[in-house]
């Protein structure tokens, strides 16, 4: 991917990840247009980073999309890159009852999030010479976390989506990427200070040098390991990855 001379739209820019992507692009020349549904860390984040725009999204709400697409659309005709990077992350137990408003609100934001915000641009993306769809999944769409049994899942079906819009999408002016991260330091999960997650400047760096080249997954060193599991003897993998961070040997 160009990285350079882009109109980037971002969801969940204002903390995390989408945050650290969305100052790397900005320095680099892009115009980058952040968007969340806290509006104080939206402000924060374009404050720090002048010339950087913002507006206010709830990607579990059709008609929020819809509204911001057209919005986009008028306002930034140029709009040519497409970051799917909202999600949320919370523990739950697939062995009881799971907690309906967790399950609704997970699938909602992570899963037809990305797939609603695409569906609402893709036509215009489609019209620009040169455009790129990003959907940001995680490791754990390849090696389910089974305390967090609900979101693996949503990523699992995201890299699922991903695959299926890379094909439809062949022989146009867009092409369609993936961003699986590792563990991250960043507010999910509370990992900020967590040493076992990769820091978050370095995977930045990290994944800035992987977009800049013709690569369809954008994969951190860090991540191959679970990138490269899924096959037939996947299982044991999954039980020896969950044992080793429930801390059973």
């Known amino acids: ?108 934001t992570n899963l037809l999030g990305p797939i609603r915000v695409t569906s609402a641009l893709v036509e215009h993306l489609k019209r620009q010479p040169s455009a790129t769809v990003i959907n940001v999944s995680s490791g754990l769409a390849f090696v389910p976390l089974a305390a967090t049994a609900v979101y693996s899942a949503t990523k699992a079906a995201l890299h699922s989506y991903t695959m299926s819009l890379r094909y439809k999408l062949r022989g146009t002016s867009v092409r369609v990427l993936e961003v699986a991260p590792p563990w991250v330091q960043t507010d999910l999960l509370n990992s900020k200070s967590e040493a076992r997650a990769m820091p978050l400047a370095s995977f930045i760096e990290e994944t800035l040098g992987v977009l800049g080249t013709d690569s369809e997954e954008v994969l951190v060193e860090r991540v191959k390991m679970l990138r490269n599991n899924p096959g037939p003897g996947e299982a044991a993998f999954v039980t020896q990855f969950n044992d080793m961070l429930a801390g059973q040997h």
Do not use: W, Y
Request: contains cysteine.
């Open 1 to 108: 991917m160009k990285l350079t001379g882009n109109t980037i739209f971002i969801t969940g820019g204002g903390s995390g990840i989408g945050r650290g992507l969305a100052e790397a692009l900005h320095r680099l020349g892009n115009q980058v247009v952040i968007a969340g549904r806290r509006r104080g860390h939206l402000e924060e984040t374009t404050r720090a980073n002048r010339g950087m725009q913002c507006v206010e999204l709830d990607v579990g709400d059709p008609a929020s999309i819809a509204a911001v697409a057209r919005q986009l659309a008028a306002s930034h005709p140029e709009l040519n890159v497409l970051i799917n990077n909202a999600g949320i992350m919370r523990i739950d137990d697939a062995s009881g009852a799971v907690d309906d408003e967790l399950l609704v609100s997970t699938v909602t």
